[in-house]
């Protein structure tokens, strides 16, 4: 047992691998949905313009596949944390080449230019992979124990559906 594996980063894990799930269940029944997810350690919230009837429905059916045993749902390529690996990972490998590539003793380097891209590119790319790995190990748990669904509420923000995706661990 991990430190992700207690009070209160389970309750997120499990609440992001709804989220996750209910998204795959979205993307299955509405053809080229939009949208955008929040996990917490009370539910998650989906902004994005889907029907209150269609979330609900398909949250529910998120959780039944993932007691059905199919924590693979709880895994999205799409999701923040590959977001946020490929961004630190581009970073850190332009800051590398940047630093140590050109002629030393000069501030701006334009020969490290070529090398920065290639450097940043490789690492997006490497990212990918390692993103759903840090996001299959850490933050997201296709496992959802007792978590249940206590309610679904729905408010519009200007042109923007919001759905709240109330849990109970």
């Known amino acids: 047992m991990g430190l992700t594996d207690i009070y209160p980063f389970i309750n997120i894990r499990r609440n992001h691998g709804l989220e996750h799930a209910t998204i795959h269940v979205l993307s299955e029944r509405v053809p080229h ?3 955008v997810g929040r996990s917490d350690m009370g539910g998650f919230t989906l902004y994005g313009n ?3 009837n269609v979330v609900t429905d398909a949250a529910h059916e998120a959780l039944r596949r993932l007691r059905a045993g199919h924590a693979d749902l ?3 390529p799409r999701c923040g944390t590959i977001l946020a ?3 630190i ?3 850190l490998a332009s800051f590398a080449a940047i630093s ?3 002629k030393p003793g000069k501030r701006f380097r334009w020969g490290a230019v070529p090398q920065t891209i290639m450097a940043a590119t490789v690492a997006a790319i490497l990212s990918q992979p390692l993103g759903l790995l840090l ?3 850490y933050t997201v748990t296709g496992n959802p124990a007792s978590l249940e669904i206590t309610g679904i509420t729905r408010t519009k923000n200007s042109q923007m559906t919001v759905h709240r995706v109330s849990t109970r661990q």
């Open 135 to 137: 996001q299959e190990r």
């Open 33 to 35: 949905l939009s949208l």
């Open 100 to 102: 140590f590539g050109g």
């Open 89 to 91: 990972l581009s970073g």
């Open 50 to 52: 889907v029907s209150t």
């Open 74 to 76: 709880a895994v999205h």
């Open 85 to 87: 690996t490929t961004g």
